[in-house]
């Protein structure tokens, strides 16, 4: 398949083991930009949690152009172990939008 006929890239759960937590972003970034692509991509966090990280480089209007989502059971350290505030909260319920 050519990759310029796809909207998303999408990696599985745990793609990427990370020995960083600060590591997510620089990481998702590098790939984003080589691909030339949105992203959505796993990494097992060193804290014990599993997340996903989303980057859309060039989102429309209405389209979301990052997120983080800590998986809620599985996992070492889940969602419900963090102090997290409401818009910290309010931002991982809320739906990514791509070609909306």
Excluded: C
């Excluded at 050519?2 to 599985?12: A, M, N, R």
């Excluded at 350290?77 to 963090?82: K, L």
């Amino acid at each position: 398949m050519d990759i310029s006929q796809l909207d998303l890239v999408v990696f599985p759960e745990a793609f990427i083991q990370l020995n960083n937590e600060n590591d997510a972003w620089p990481t998702i970034e590098y790939i984003a930009n080589y691909l030339d692509k949105p992203v959505l991509l796993g990494f097992s966090i060193p804290d014990g949690s599993e997340r996903a990280y989303y980057l859309n480089w060039e989102p429309n209007e209405n389209e979301t152009a990052n997120k983080t989502f800590i998986k809620h059971s599985t996992a070492m350290r889940t969602f419900f172990d963090y102090d997290l505030t409401d818009e910290e909260i309010d931002n991982i319920y809320k739906p990514i939008v791509l070609n909306g």
